[in-house]
């Protein structure tokens, strides 16, 4: 979406020195890490090929509003969330894409989503799972066989040793929550949202909103305990009721 020249997005925090930024990126200020999921970067390549008229937006606008984020935010490090293409068509765009944004910022972390194909995952380096203290990041294509105990043992791969944590925050993409809101005269809004739910007595997940332009979402559900809806407006972040 669009923001008009006088529109400045804005951010919220959602837990103790974390904040949500309207344009759908999770900040850790103390840590200094920067999160967004589902870029799905290409999607336009790709339906072209189907014959689909759609023109070259997305891909800029994906591009300049992170672009914009790492200026505001100046993260340490870019965690992008899996589903960083959207298709084998667009590989080399990707490719580039991620070339360009890696000069923006000290540390790039790009992990593997069930969109990102294999001239991705041959061409440039990408994980399956990345830490950062409690918090562990996956796409979340394979939830179910991510969820771990009540206790998190993983091994920290700068310091080669084992670290156990009693609480974990998961945080993935995949889902692209959204919600519906309605004026009752006709009214009607669709916009992405992150949803916080409760797995464990120990454990956490944080679903991010997808990034793309072109990503519409839908209703999030699920069996887990919803400890909160935050809803991403272009220029306003709240938590719903």
Not at 11 to 17: G, K, L, M, N, Q
Not at 76 to 95: C, N, P, Q
Not at 132 to 144: A, D, I, L, V, Y
Not at 225 to 232: D, G, S
Request: charged share 25%; proline share 6%.
């Amino acid at each position: 979406m669009r923001l008009s020249p006088t529109a400045k997005p804005t951010s919220t925090e959602i837990a103790p020195d974390i904040r949500l930024d309207s344009r759908r990126a999770l900040i850790h200020v103390k840590e200094g890490w920067m999160a967004v999921a589902d870029l799905h970067y290409g999607y336009e390549l790709r339906r072209q090929l189907h014959g689909d008229l759609l023109p070259d937006w997305g891909m800029d606008i994906c591009e300049q509003t992170l672009v914009s984020l790492i200026h505001d935010h100046r993260p340490k490090r870019l965690i992008l969330v899996g589903d960083i293409m959207d298709g084998k068509s667009s590989a080399e765009e990707t490719h580039a894409f991620l070339e360009r944004i890696q000069e923006e910022v000290p540390e790039l972390i790009s992990i593997q989503g069930n969109h990102d194909r294999p001239p991705l995952r041959k061409s440039w380096n990408l994980v399956e799972t990345h830490h950062e203290g409690e918090f562990t990041f996956t796409h979340g294509h394979r939830w179910t066989q991510e969820q771990t105990s009540d206790v998190d043992v993983y091994t920290h791969s700068a310091a080669g040793t084992t670290i156990t944590h009693s609480k974990t925050i998961h945080i993935t993409g995949h889902e692209h929550p959204a919600v519906h809101l309605k004026d009752g005269a006709g009214l009607k809004l669709k916009l992405a949202a992150l949803v916080q739910e409760q797995i464990t007595p120990r454990q956490q997940r944080w679903i991010l909103p997808a990034f793309s332009p072109w990503a519409m979402g839908g209703e999030y559900t699920s069996s887990h305990t919803r400890l909160a809806t935050w809803v991403c407006a272009p220029t306003r972040v709240w938590r719903l009721p």
